[in-house]
């Protein structure tokens, strides 16, 4: 940093200011500090930095399924987010297993990071454990968890709205004249299975339809059990007529089921899902679905760390962002020139 202050003709706390943006500097300064670090080819000392600073700028993000397009979407958001805060990512996959989730989150604790952004398992018992009894700067996102008893909630977390979408396709489905609607769920004990098959009532009840159980399939998430499950629904003595899908890996195992029985969509069953991915505009017919805004939600999750960071005491939030309908032709419509609602993203205070 001598080397380069020299060079600039400008002092040592000056270049430390360029680096870390700590304090603004004048443009025509700014760029002599670049030029000079170009020219001198210096590149900081991030460990000996984190000696002095007790920070690494590093985060740990701990999703499962990253090979899913929507988690790989909201990685994107993450990471750019990161990146423009100065901040490096270590990754790891906790495969919806509790105590694997409990492992990783410690190696990514010993890692030293600042904090972490985790998609939670069904069952983090261990895990929330763990992150309060070492006071771990830490953001949910996609999955919540419960608030305490007792307190305010001492996580951040992100997340989109999973009730009211889920409800607007069941509703919409009803209104097309389907009585039979099944639904594949996703993995029990997760917020977002919990909150879809709510909206999943509350769709049915809204259209006058009774809820029936044996229409309700769990997928856990995953293609291979929702194709299972898509095979149950559809052996039923009065198969439903229609169909929803709770996140994308469950619609391609449910696509499978029902080219295996050689049905047709939607002319032999309307199909609808929930998430929205790049090639469900390319599915012929294509696919009606709810888009959630994953690159906003990553980056709303490294948003709401650092305010953690900087005010580690202050209760913990939610922000729920919402969805989008996207109305194509799964669902028996014929093709529509209407562009799909982007509503505005609203921030909500502490769940109750």
């Known amino acids: 940093m001598v080397d380069v202050a020299q060079r600039a003709g400008v002092s040592t706390a000056t270049v430390s200011h360029v680096l870390n943006d700590t304090r603004p500097v004048l443009p025509r300064t700014r760029q ?4 000079a670090i ?18 690494t700028r590093s985060i740990g993000l701990a999703v499962s399924a990253i090979s899913n397009p929507y988690f790989t979407e909201i990685l994107q958001g993450v990471e750019a987010g990161a990146l423009k805060h100065g901040y490096s990512l270590l990754i790891a ?10 492992k990783v989150v410690q190696l990514l604790h010993e890692r030293r990071v600042d904090g972490m952004i985790i998609a939670p398992s ?3 018992a261990e895990l929330l454990g763990y992150l309060e009894q070492h006071d771990v700067p830490t953001v949910f996102l996609d999955r919540l968890v419960d608030s305490p008893a007792e307190g305010p909630l001492r996580f951040d977390q992100v997340c989109t709205e999973n009730t009211e979408p889920m409800t607007r396709l ?3 489905l009803a209104e097309l004249g389907h009585q039979r609607i099944g639904l594949v769920a996703g993995l029990p004990g997760l917020s977002t299975t919990t909150e879809r098959i709510t909206g999943y009532r509350h769709g049915l ?20 059990a929702a194709e299972e499950a898509t095979h149950a629904l559809l052996s039923l003595a009065t198969r439903p007529t229609a169909l929803v899908t709770a996140n994308n890996a469950m619609t391609i195992g449910a696509l499978r089921a029902v080219r295996e029985r050689e049905l047709a969509v939607p002319d032999d069953l309307a199909l609808c899902c929930f998430d929205d991915f790049s090639w469900a505009d390319l599915f012929t017919p294509r696919l ?3 888009a959630q805004p994953s690159k906003e939600i990553g980056a709303q999750a490294v948003q709401l760390l650092l305010e953690r960071l900087a005010s580690p005491g202050r209760a913990g939030r939610t922000v729920r962002l919402p969805s989008a309908f996207v109305h194509r032709t799964s669902c028996g419509c014929p093709e529509s020139s209407k562009s799909p609602e982007r509503p505005e993203s609203h921030r909500k205070g502490p769940e109750s």
């Not at 002599?32 to 030029?35: K, P, Q, S």
């Open 93 to 102: 996959d906790p495969h919806d297993d509790p105590q694997h989730e409990r």
């Open 205 to 224: 009840a809204h259209a006058g339809l009774p809820y029936d159980e044996r229409l309700v399939a769990h997928g856990n998430s995953q293609a291979d």
């Open 170 to 172: 069941v509703t919409h």
């Open 288 to 290: 009606t679905a709810i």
């Open 122 to 124: 069904a069952a983090p």
């Open 38 to 55: 170009d020219e001198l080819g210096y590149t900081p000392n991030t460990l000996a930095r984190s000696l002095v600073t007790a920070r």
């Open 32 to 35: 002599a500090v670049l030029d």
